[in-house]
């Protein structure tokens, strides 16, 4: 082989190196770049299955007081803890000396 042959061989040689070099680290790159999709994603799905258990226990509070609404010890109950009615003969003393605007059942 002529001096020349070498010279021409060694830098095809080089230039082939370095194109796969680049490639590879294009490639790298690439993963690093996915990984970090992936990982976005992992998170919103688990913020997503938090919501859907919040919904999930909000729909159940929701059916069982859909269930409960014709008895009426839990409309009495619903009255006192939510719109502050009482029953009548209800001791306002009970309340530790608070007297709020309460409104008869």
């Known amino acids: ?13 080089f230039l082939t ?27 919103q799905l688990t913020a997503l299955q938090s919501d859907l258990d919040a919904a999930k226990q909000e729909n159940d509070a929701l059916a069982s007081a859909l269930e409960k609404a014709d008895d009426p010890e839990f409309l009495q ?15 306002a003393a009970q309340m530790g000396g608070i007297l709020e605007s309460f409104r008869c059942l």
């Open 17 to 43: 190196m370095l194109v796969i070099a680049i490639l590879i680290a294009l490639v790298g790159v690439q993963l690093i770049h996915l990984r970090s999709q992936i990982d976005d994603a992992r998170s």
């Open 77 to 91: 109950e619903l009255a006192r803890d939510q719109l502050g009615y009482v029953t009548p003969g209800w001791p």
């Open 1 to 13: 082989m002529t001096e020349q042959a070498k010279k021409s061989k060694k830098r095809t040689s």
